[in-house]
């Protein structure tokens, strides 16, 4: 293939990926994103980062709708396989909303407290098992991670990966922040004055990973159609 030909062929084929874009945009059906925030805190830095998160992925495209889920005072026991329900507490509430099939995308928060996620972010997503017994009821979700610690290396990879493999086992799909930042998830850092808002590095993972989030969800509601 000479020059010419080259530069024709890569012309056309980017005109038909404009074509088939503007066409995806027209296809585009709402899509709901949850955040899930695991601190026992309530309103504090896990919740103030899903917010960012979830104001970028309603910048992302109007027919994106979000809300956000605080599990502070839900009092979710230990999972005990033996009787789920009895230890369920406020998890019970939750399964409706979040297998609604309007529901397109899930972020999960959590701070860190020794090195990892919480004992109630570990107890809502052990709960979470309920989903495989009732056909897979997340699967093709997309799912996005969100940590805050007290240090830029306090422990937020390892809460993302640990977050990250149960979101799999649901069969769900995973994604990181997404460009230009694109690692395994959003990391921030508390301030000690329970802050999050001079974490320049940070805040941008968050918005990076509320866009794309919702932009894969979109794209996967239009195949669905």
Known sequence: MNRREFLTTTMAAG???SV?????AGERK?????GISCSPRKGKTTAAALSICLEAARAADPS???ELIELAGRKIGVYDPADPKASQGGFADLIPVLSDPSVGGIIVGTPIYMGNLTSLCKAFLDHCIVFRREKFALAGKVGGVVAVGAGRNGGQETALHSVQASLLCQEMIVVGDGQPTSHFGATLVNDGKDSIAND???????????RHVAQVALQLAVTRK
């Open 20 to 24: 088939a874009a503007t066409a995806v």
């Open 200 to 210: 320049e590095a940070g805040l941008a993972t968050a918005r990076n990973l509320g």
């Open 15 to 17: 005109t038909t990926g």
């Open 30 to 34: 709402a899509v709901k994103i949850l």
């Open 64 to 66: 994106v709708t979000t």
